[in-house]
């Protein structure tokens, strides 16, 4: 340890004075290092910045990945929607059995999906609407009915069917009694799948010709209804569809059978984005004037500017080579709290006693080896008491804290009387 | 490459353009002036690949005095350099101007001189000077760093040095009591004198006053020439903060007043400063002054995070004196185990030398031990008597061995040091 020491103390001023000379020759002989040698040594020298940059990278391209790729949302019957509601089951289903599914929500995506499957044609497609909010408006919805070979209309509202040329119409609700209802129609679909749940469905009836199947008793309407041409289908029930119930009675086979027609199933659920924007306020951004858009990104890259002319130092920083300096009395109060939070009454009592008869004796000039006894008896005839009592307060023995406190004071007394007397 | 406040102003100027046009060929137009601004002024700058630098040695300085280190700098390229120049020292050197403005021509040069206040003793150093070159229209600058190290000794302050008359008289009276003392320890032969009335008779030389018609004295002066050896402790012992001062500070104050005093009194002073090796030398066998040598040598010492090899002490003193001396330990009566290392030590050292130990005591343990008024103060107190009580017998054990203890409060030390020299002086026990 000492050798270590004495070596690396002894060398340091020594090899300081060649290095810094050698840097100042560095400097004024080679005017042009060479540029291979400049980029390896920055490279070492910022390696552990270069590494915390590129994990930082990896991390930032790890979160837009998979922020950009599709993930489960809670919407009603969406096909990536795992919960009760959801119609992730129906979709996966449909899949398996090579019916291509995609999930739109924008009317333009939609449209552009159809095109897709008409120019490659195979076999025909079929769009799955669900506007429970009523986004589509009526120019649209006929364009929707154009443009799909088949459109399965899931709970529409009057407004939806009024777009879709009024053929089917609304006819009340199926009575909370019935668990199930049997199809009661000449329909293929229904036949082939069933009874169906009837849980919180709405009935719809069919005006001109088609069909109207799972008719309620003496309702109207029923739960499936077609235009006479079948190439518009109304399902009055989001849960046959739903995870939920899609495996009770004939539910699957009902969805499966609609739904699967055709070789492409567009799963349409408009969002908002699908009102046009004429009905719409004009936002902050429109009322604007032209140069507010310049003023904020102009006013950032002054701010830019002004970062790097304060934050550009003047030179590397330059350390200060600290001595190490520790407060003297540091060692006492470490052992002070040791000695309280042991409770250490009787060794902090000794303590006080035997400085407090050191102390005495000092000022009763009985030299550094007089015995207690002794210092007992000259402190007792200087006060004038009898040496029992002195006896008995330099002898105390506390055992609480609160005795410690008062006895310690009371030893302090002492000794302030015989010095100042 | 750096850039000035100049060029942060016109980029908010550029502002203006952009908002009365706001189309994005505005902003591009504004953006592109703005750069070649820039580029032309980078390229108007004037190089630094042909600047160089000069500083001139600083010296030493005594502590809180003030002081100025120059460089010179040299522009030898073809243009003129319009340059703010920094200086960087370490920041306890208190440099008052270190960032300045130079205007160098092409060919010329130019001085700087950055005004110093150190605040720490020790050796301070500057190892860069880094320049920026502003262009002619000052809106952007080359910046380069140059190595130019520079270093400035800072001297201990010797702040007990108004303790010095007061103790030179005492050693004066000391000298004149002893000119009519009987010859006795500690004292030589002076010279030979005529008797006046009041002279004790025993000192008189009958043997000279036979060769003259009158009657002639001897006078005795104190013994001269003695030797004082002292070993200053820089183990982590001397880390202690006591007051506002480390034991360090306070040992070398106090190890400066009894040199200075010593050699005054005509005595052979040696300092060392040790831990587990010798850390600075000096004395007065070497030539020059010796306050300057021993400021010098004990500008740089810092305490050391180790412990005091006290079994080389013997050895060290005995390299440095031969003779019987009086040899002054400043230590830590306190340091853990002075069983171990300094009694056995101190009792080796007894048998040729005489040894004082001279001790900072801390006046917070006094403190700490009075203060009772609740558990934790009498805990504080209890803790605060234990260790003066510890000191106490260290020092009555050294006691024992002949040693003289010089055990007092900081400001306290360098006086009561000086005192116990002038004691064992008049004493005869040099």
């Known amino acids: 340890m000492s050798l270590e020491l004495r070596g690396d103390s002894s060398d340091s001023p020594a090899s300081a004075a060649p290095a810094s000379e050698q840097r100042v020759s560095n400097l004024s002989d080679t005017s042009a290092p060479r540029m291979a040698d400049v980029i390896r040594s920055r490279l070492r020298r910022h390696l552990g910045f270069i590494l915390i940059s590129l994990v930082i990278i990896a991390a930032m391209v790890l979160t837009i990945v998979t922020q950009l790729s599709p993930k489960e949302d809670g919407a009603v019957l969406s096909t990536r929607n795992a919960a009760p509601q959801g119609g992730m089951a129906a979709a996966g289903i449909l899949e398996d059995h090579g019916v291509a599914v995609q999930q739109t929500d924008t009317f333009q995506s939609t449209l552009s999906v159809l095109d897709r499957s008409a120019d490659s044609g195979d076999g025909g497609t079929t769009v799955l609407l669900y506007d429970p909010n009523g986004f589509l408006e009526e120019d649209r919805l006929r364009e929707l009915l154009d443009s799909s070979d088949r459109l399965v209309v899931v709970t529409p509202h009057f407004q939806t069917l009024r777009g879709l040329g009024g053929e089917i119409r609304q006819a009340g609700v199926a009575p909370e009694a019935l668990d199930t209802v049997e199809p009661g129609c000449n329909a293929a679909d229904p036949q082939a799948a069933g009874a169906i749940s009837t849980e919180s469905a709405f009935l719809y009836a069919g005006d001109n010709g088609g069909w109207t199947c799972y008719r309620a008793a003496e309702a109207d309407g029923g739960i499936y209804a077609t235009t006479e041409d079948e190439q518009l289908i109304v399902l009055g029930s989001t849960g046959i569809i739903s995870n939920d119930l899609l495996d009770e009675h004939g539910n699957a086979a009902l969805v499966l059978r609609t739904l699967g027609a055709g070789g492409t199933l567009v799963w349409y659920l408009p969002s908002p984005s699908d009102i046009s924007p004429s009905d719409s306020l004009p936002t902050l951004n429109e009322l604007a004037p032209k140069w507010v858009a310049f003023l904020g990104p102009w006013l950032a890259l002054v701010a830019l500017l002004s970062m790097f002319w304060r934050g550009r130092r003047q030179g590397p920083l330059v350390t200060e080579p600290l001595p190490v300096v520790v407060k003297a009395a540091e060692t006492a109060e470490g052992r002070a709290r040791l000695y309280h939070d042991a409770r250490a009454v009787d060794r902090a009592s000794e303590s006080l006693r035997a400085g407090t008869l050191v102390r005495l004796a000092k000022s009763l000039r009985l030299g550094a080896d007089a015995e207690p006894d002794d210092v007992v008896e000259a402190a007792a005839r200087k006060l004038g008491r009898r040496p029992e009592t002195v006896c008995e307060t330099l002898n105390g023995q506390p055992r609480t804290e609160r005795q410690l406190v008062h006895w310690a004071q009371q030893l302090q007394g002492l000794e302030k009387e015989v010095t100042e007397q | ?430």
């Open chain 2, 1 to 430: 490459m750096a850039i000035s406040g100049r060029f942060v102003l016109l980029a908010l100027l550029g502002v203006v353009p952009v908002l009365m046009f706001p189309e994005w060929g505005t902003v591009l137009l504004v953006c592109l002036i703005l750069c070649g601004l820039l580029v032309f002024d980078l390229m108007a700058a004037a190089s630094l690949r042909t600047v160089s630098l000069e500083r001139s040695p600083s010296g030493s300085v005594t502590l809180h005095m003030g002081t100025d280190s120059t460089f010179t700098i040299t522009n030898s390229g073809r243009r003129r350099l319009r340059a703010s120049v920094r200086d960087a020292w370490q920041p306890s050197a208190g440099a008052q101007n270190p960032v300045q403005r130079l205007d160098i021509p092409s060919g010329e040069r130019r001085r700087m001189t950055v005004r110093l206040q150190p605040t720490r003793r020790g050796d301070l150093k500057a190892d860069n000077v880094t320049i920026r070159s502003f262009g002619p229209l000052g809106v952007a600058a080359r910046q380069r760093t140059l190595s130019c190290p520079g270093s400035l000794r800072v001297l201990p302050p010797f702040h007990s040095r108004r303790h010095l008359p007061s103790k030179l008289r005492k050693l004066r009276e000391l000298d004149g009591k002893a000119a009519v003392q009987i010859r006795g320890a500690g004292t030589e032969f002076d010279s030979l004198r005529d008797y006046v009335r009041g002279d004790d008779v025993r000192s008189i030389d009958w043997r000279a006053t036979a060769r003259r018609s009158a009657v002639v004295v001897r006078t005795w002066r104190p013994e001269r020439d003695r030797r004082v050896v002292i070993m200053l402790d820089t183990s982590r012992t001397a880390a202690a903060r006591i007051e506002d001062e480390p034991r360090l500070d306070t040992g070398i104050e106090a190890a400066l007043l009894l040199a200075v005093l010593a050699e005054r009194g005509g005595d052979r002073v040696d300092f060392f400063a040790f831990d587990r090796r010798v850390r600075g030398r000096a004395g007065s066998a070497s030539r020059g002054n010796l306050l300057e040598q021993l400021v010098q040598a004990m500008a740089p010492l810092d305490a050391e995070l180790i412990e005091l090899d006290w079994s080389q002490i013997p050895g060290q003193v005995r390299a440095v004196s031969a003779h019987r001396s009086m040899v002054v330990l400043l230590t830590a009566l306190d340091g853990g185990a002075p069983e171990e290392g300094l009694l056995p030590m101190a009792a080796q050292l007894m048998q040729q030398h005489v040894v004082v130990v001279a001790s900072v005591r801390d006046p917070m343990l006094g403190e700490m031990q009075e203060e009772r008024t609740t558990a934790a103060h009498v805990f504080r107190a209890a803790a605060a008597e234990r260790a003066l009580l510890e000191r106490e017998a260290v020092a009555n054990q050294l006691r024992h061995l002949g040693v003289e203890v010089v055990d007092a409060e900081p400001h306290q030390l360098p006086p009561a040091l000086a005192d116990m020299y002038i004691r064992l002086k008049a004493a005869g026990r040099l």
